[in-house]
Nanobody, 114 residues
C-alpha cells in the first residue's frame, strides 16, 4: 500500500528543463505531506520541495526554479525543474506520509551537463 514510482529523469544541458512525476498507487490526496529530495554522489540528502497543506516550501538552492504540484486527476506529484544547473545532478526521490507510514519511490536519475 502507498507505493510511489518516479519517472521523468534524464540528461539535460545546463539551463534546460525537466519535469519529474511520482505516481501513487493510492489516492494522492491521502499522502500528506509529500516531498521531493535528491541524493548526489558524495553529498547528503537534500530536500528540494515539500508540498504541505499550507502550500509548497522550497530551499534557497532551488526557489524560483523548481515547482512542486499535485495532479489529482493523474494521482501524481510533479516536480517541474527549470534553469537546471550541474549542481542539480543527482537521484531524485519522492516521499510521502500515507496513513501514518512513510513511503519512498525508487528514484530517478537527473544529470545536468555543463
Amino acid at each position: 500500500q502507498g507505493r510511489l514510482v518516479e519517472s521523468g529523469g534524464g540528461l539535460v544541458q545546463a539551463g534546460g528543463s525537466l519535469t519529474l512525476s511520482c505516481q501513487a498507487s493510492e489516492s494522492i490526496v491521502e499522502f500528506s505531506p509529500m516531498d521531493w529530495y535528491r541524493q548526489a554522489p558524495g553529498k547528503g540528502h537534500e530536500t528540494v520541495a515539500i508540498m504541505t497543506r499550507e502550500g509548497p516550501v522550497y530551499p534557497n538552492s532551488v526557489r524560483g526554479r523548481f515547482t512542486i504540484s499535485v495532479d489529482s486527476a493523474q494521482n501524481s506529484l510533479q516536480l517541474e525543474m527549470n534553469d537546471l544547473k550541474p549542481e542539480d545532478t543527482g537521484v531524485y526521490y519522492c516521499h510521502g506520509l500515507f496513513r501514518g507510514e512513510n513511503y519512498w519511490g525508487q528514484g530517478t536519475q537527473v544529470t545536468v551537463s555543463s
